[in-house]
């Protein structure tokens, strides 16, 4: 099944902001998402039913699922500290 993937704005603007080469492999990692979403280091977000979580390198990104709509909505991207999943 191909997904259809939706980044946020503020998920856009923060790729503008760090180096080029951990956004060139974020983005790879998106890519990835229109063919399969549990590829890579990925975790449910305990305490929600459709959030998870994939792992880029020191990265985050945070994510939703909607089945019925065929749909992957990147909330967030995140540099991994202590607060981040």
């Not at 998920?11 to 890519?31: F, N, S, T, V």
């Not at 890579?40 to 945070?62: F, P």
């Amino acid at each position: 099944m191909n997904w259809i993937v939706i980044v946020d704005e503020s998920a856009k603007k923060y790729l503008k902001r760090i180096p080029k080469q951990d956004a060139d492999r974020i983005r790879k990692a998106l890519r990835e998402f229109i063919r399969e979403l549990h590829t890579g280091d990925v975790a449910k977000i305990k305490g929600d039913e459709n959030k998870w979580r994939r792992r880029v390198g020191s990265y985050r990104i945070l994510y939703e699922i909607y089945e019925s709509k065929g749909v992957v909505y990147i909330a967030d991207i995140k540099r991994r500290t202590s607060n981040t999943y």
